[in-house]
């Protein structure tokens, strides 16, 4: 069954670092999603991903953030300078059409120290 | 704008009873509207979802939910629990027909007793 896989899933930065998170999402699907999910708390979206460009963002995505489609199968996730607060659990989803489901992936914990 | 709430923080049931999760949400239409199950360490995997039609729709593992737009409820149930359901268990909405995001409650841990 196709799923979306993220990698690491769980990375050590210090603080003030740039850090990459890395997504594949199912390969045929056409909206691409990045959420977190801090310690104990509920998942938030972060940003919505539509051909090429960015559809979508909450006030969470800010200038520290951004999002790239390198090529036909990668969707990452850049934290410019990580600050303590980013520490949390970043779920990668993607769906086929806008009237499907989003599946996501296993995550990628990041700890910032 | 939207929110979702998920009153009971936590819930804990004996092995074999039934179960109802609750979720209330708020929103100007009928929103689509999904169930996400996260064991720990793990990814969210979708239950069930609903987005238009017949109003108790079937998931997967049993769990079933009814829409109820009088209530602007979408509760989750299971007629019997097994303890590999032990879990935390989120509520979310979306826009119909839209590409957006979703929007999720805060989650209800679901703890099985023997």
């Known amino acids: 069954e196709p799923e979306v896989t993220q990698t690491p899933s769980h990375q050590v930065t210090q603080m003030g670092q740039e850090v990459i998170l890395r997504c594949v999402p199912i390969?045929?699907?056409?909206?691409f999603y990045w959420y977190r999910q801090i310690l104990g708390q509920k998942v938030e979206f972060l940003v919505s991903?539509?051909?090429?460009?960015?559809?979508?963002k909450s006030e969470i995505f800010d200038d520290q953030f951004s999002v790239e489609r390198p090529d036909g199968s990668n969707f990452t996730l850049k934290i410019r300078s990580t600050k303590l607060e980013d520490s949390a659990m970043y779920f990668c989803?993607?769906?086929?059409?806008?009237?499907?489901?989003?599946?996501f992936g296993q995550g990628t914990r990041l700890t910032v120290v | 704008a939207q929110s979702v709430t998920q009153p009971d923080i936590h819930i804990t049931v004996s092995e074999g009873a039934s179960l109802e999760l609750r979720c209330n949400y708020s929103?100007?239409?009928?929103?689509?509207l999904f169930w996400y199950v996260q064991s720990p360490g793990q990814g969210l995997q979708l239950l069930l979802k609903?987005?238009?039609?017949?109003?108790l729709v079937q998931g997967i593992k049993g769990f079933e939910a009814e829409f109820k737009r009088s209530q602007s409820s979408f509760n989750l149930r299971k007629p019997s629990v097994h303890w590999s359901d032990a879990a935390e268990y989120f509520c979310?909405?979306?826009?119909?027909?839209?590409?957006?995001?979703?929007?999720f409650g805060k989650g209800t841990h679901l703890i099985i007793q023997p």
């Open positions: 991903f539509y051909n090429n460009e960015i559809s979508e």
């Open positions: 609903y987005f238009s039609g017949d109003t």
């Open positions: 390969s045929n699907h056409l909206y």
């Open positions: 979310a909405v979306g826009a119909p027909g839209g590409a957006d995001g979703l929007t």
């Open positions: 989803a993607s769906r086929a059409l806008r009237n499907t489901e989003a599946f």
């Open positions: 929103y100007g239409a009928t929103p689509y």
